[in-house]
DNA sequence: ATCCAGGTATGCA
DNA sequence: TGCATACCTGGA
């Protein structure tokens, strides 16, 4: 098969709280990222951007990284960035209102640790546009196959997403060879426009939530929910507050929401978790992952 | 075989 | 505003 790249030893990686195995699981592969796989026991391989690299936790739940020599010198400030290492998330998380509400705080003693991912927002986009009416295992396979076919190679065998400049000159007919379904003209369309745009995806910085919502909503293909998880997963903004059916069912069942839409969950969501409402929505998903059939 | 899957856009009351 | 339906397609 494809050549292996050498990689380097085992390198210590600083956060501000522990990180143990089965959180560190859930993390990468729990729904924010669609890019992991478990490589050997507890030890995770992923890519984004231009990064390759192995993560695993310690018995102690700090954290260890390695990669490929080629790619070893940028991964320490990338993958502080990845892990929103300057983030704090316990502290954000006692911010919560766990100290009214049983479920959450039962939720966030599950999940210790549990962080957000700040991954490139157009990656972010990219995944996220694929991920409509599709099963995570599916969502990694369409990404995969994107990656693979029309991403840049980073080492051997292993290959970056595609940009969307580069989508922007794969045809719409390719993208449903990568089994993207529907989803290939809103992908097709989505890179038509930013080609059109330059610099559009790196104007949210300073817009308040709801305009920077509002402004990625106007891409095809990019509804409430979507929009949410862009700006949760792929900015930062720790506000947004995504509901998919499951957020929907657990909203219902653990909030006594029953009859509620989406649009009504997710301002319930935000007013009543506050402005790490989106860290609220991973837990919450966390646990019904868990718990689902409970 | 038939139905559904981590949504969105569109067309009608 | 609110609700139903189509949109692709692999897998249960």
Not at 43 to 58: E, F, M, P, T
Not at 68 to 78: D, E, I, N, W
Not at 173 to 193: D, I, P
Request: with cysteine; hydrophobic share 45%.
């Amino acid at each position: 098969m494809s050549p292996r790249p050498s990689w380097t030893d085992w390198q210590p990686l600083a956060l501000p709280e522990p990180l143990a195995a089965p959180v560190l699981a859930e993390v990468l592969d729990g729904g924010q990222s669609f890019r992991w796989t478990l490589e050997a026991e507890g030890v995770w391989q992923g890519a984004w951007d231009d990064c390759v690299v192995r993560l695993k936790s310690a018995g102690d739940g700090s954290l260890r990284w390695a990669a490929p020599q080629t790619l070893a010198a940028t991964a320490p400030s990338k993958l502080a960035t990845y892990l929103a290492a300057s983030v704090s998330f316990s502290r954000r998380a006692d911010e919560l209102p766990w100290r009214s509400d049983a479920h959450l705080a039962r939720c966030l003693a599950a999940f210790p640790g549990l962080r957000l991912l700040r991954q490139p927002l157009g990656e972010t986009l990219l995944c996220f546009l694929c991920s409509a009416t599709k099963q995570i295992v599916q969502i990694r396979q369409m990404v995969g196959l994107l990656a693979r076919r029309h991403g840049r190679e980073l080492a051997p065998g292993f290959h970056r997403l595609p940009t969307w400049s580069e989508l922007a000159a794969v045809s719409e007919e390719n993208l449903r060879a990568c089994l993207l379904g529907f989803r290939a003209r809103h992908v097709a369309q989505t890179a038509g426009f930013l080609a059109g745009h330059p610099g559009w995806l790196e104007g949210f910085a300073d817009l308040p939530y709801a305009d920077a919502k509002a402004r990625l909503c106007e891409l095809p293909g990019v509804g409430e929910k979507i929009a949410d998880c862009v700006l949760l997963f792929g900015a930062g903004r720790f506000e947004a507050f995504p509901v998919d059916v499951w957020i929907l069912k657990a909203m219902a069942r653990r909030y006594g929401l029953e009859g509620w839409t989406p649009r009504q969950v997710a301002h319930f969501g935000r007013a009543h978790f506050g402005p790490a409402a989106g860290l609220a929505q991973q837990y919450l998903f966390a646990w019904e992952r868990a718990h689902g059939r409970d």
